[in-house]
């Protein structure tokens, strides 16, 4: 569980707000809240941050059923999925795969991203299962995922700042 600061702010009338500060959670209340209403908005927003900011994966046994979904909701049913998991061996590159043994593995530094970024790295790796390299078919087929655009992005801020 993170810490959780919270701020009351005499300027702050209705609005609750959280973000990750220095690997803690910052949560900004107006002042006039009442401890009860304090409780209950602190939990609301933290839970929604932390829905907004974490994997849903988060175990080898997710990620492999999150691949087998995307495969065919994204793929078409093209990819061929033997196994999938976490490793924490992979500090320059989010994912890699094994052609030969259909064999995925997973950047652990990606349990902290929300579901739209590890979907991306999963349909990229599946998508090397029937297309090898990154030429024009191979980004067609990887960029059918949802928020793929987004999650690049996401991506490079990542690599970039941490």
Not at 24 to 42: D, F, G, T, Y
Not at 43 to 49: G, M, N, P, Q, R
Not at 93 to 111: H, K, V, Y
Request: proline share 2%; hydrophobic share 40%; charged share 30%.
């Amino acid at each position: 569980m993170q810490e959780i600061e919270v701020i009351r702010s005499a300027r702050r009338t209705r609005t609750v707000q959280a973000k990750i500060v220095d690997g803690k959670v910052q949560v900004r209340i107006p002042a006039r809240m009442s401890k009860a209403e304090e409780e209950k908005a602190v939990a609301e927003i933290v839970a929604k941050l932390h829905r907004r900011t974490r994997s849903s994966a988060s175990s080898d046994d997710d990620l492999i059923a999150r691949a087998h979904r995307l495969n065919e909701q994204v793929l078409e049913g093209k990819a061929t999925v033997n196994s999938v998991r976490w490793v924490s061996n992979q500090n320059s590159r989010w994912g890699s795969c094994t052609i030969a043994t259909a064999e995925i593995r997973i950047s652990d530094r990606l349990r902290e991203v929300p579901d739209y970024v590890l979907d991306s790295v999963l349909v990229h790796e599946l998508t090397h299962t029937f297309i090898s390299g990154h030429g024009p078919e191979f980004w067609e087929w990887a960029n059918k995922t949802p928020l793929a655009e987004r999650a690049k992005g996401y991506l490079e801020a990542l690599q970039r700042w941490g």
